[in-house]
Nanobody, 119 residues
Framework: QVQLMESGGGLVQAGGSLRLSCAAS????????MAWYRQHPGKERELVAR????????YADSVKGRFTISIRDDAKNTVYMQMNSLEPEDTAVYYC????????????WGQGTQVTVSS
C-alpha cells in the first residue's frame, strides 16, 4: 500500500525557515507529480507548490521567492519544500500530495504537518 509520510513542521518565528519533507513508500511504478498543499483554519485546502517528475515547478503567488520545492536527487520518492522568510500568514497544516502510478494513476495525501509562525 502506498503511503506518504511527512516531517519537518513546527513552530518558528517570523522571518525564520523550515524544511518540510515527504517520502512515498510502498510498491509503485512511478511518481508523476508531488506537491504541497496547506489549509488554514476554516478555509479550503490550497496548492502551495508542485513539481513534476520532469522537474517542472509551480508556486502559489503568495510564496513565490520564499519557498522552493525540490525532489531528492538520490531518492526520487522524496520531495522537500524549503520555506524561508516565513510569515504568520503561512501558519497552516501542510499536506503532501502525489500522483503515483501503480496499476493506474492515483492521488495520495499525507496526514498533514502543522507549521506555526509566530509574530
Amino acid at each position: 500500500q502506498v503511503q506518504l509520510m511527512e516531517s519537518g513542521g513546527g513552530l518558528v518565528q517570523a522571518g525564520g525557515s523550515l524544511r518540510l519533507s515527504c517520502a512515498a513508500s510502498g510498491s509503485f511504478f512511478s511518481i508523476n507529480v508531488m506537491a504541497w498543499y496547506r489549509q488554514h483554519p476554516g478555509k479550503e485546502r490550497e496548492l502551495v507548490a508542485r513539481i513534476t517528475s520532469g522537474g517542472s515547478t509551480m508556486y502559489a503567488d503568495s510564496v513565490k521567492g520564499r519557498f522552493t520545492i525540490s525532489i531528492r536527487d538520490d531518492a526520487k520518492n522524496t520531495v522537500y519544500m524549503q520555506m524561508n522568510s516565513l510569515e504568520p500568514e503561512d501558519t497552516a497544516v501542510y499536506y503532501c500530495y502525489a500522483i503515483i502510478r501503480t496499476t493506474v494513476d492515483f492521488q495520495y495525501w499525507g496526514q498533514g504537518t502543522q507549521v506555526t509562525v509566530s509574530s
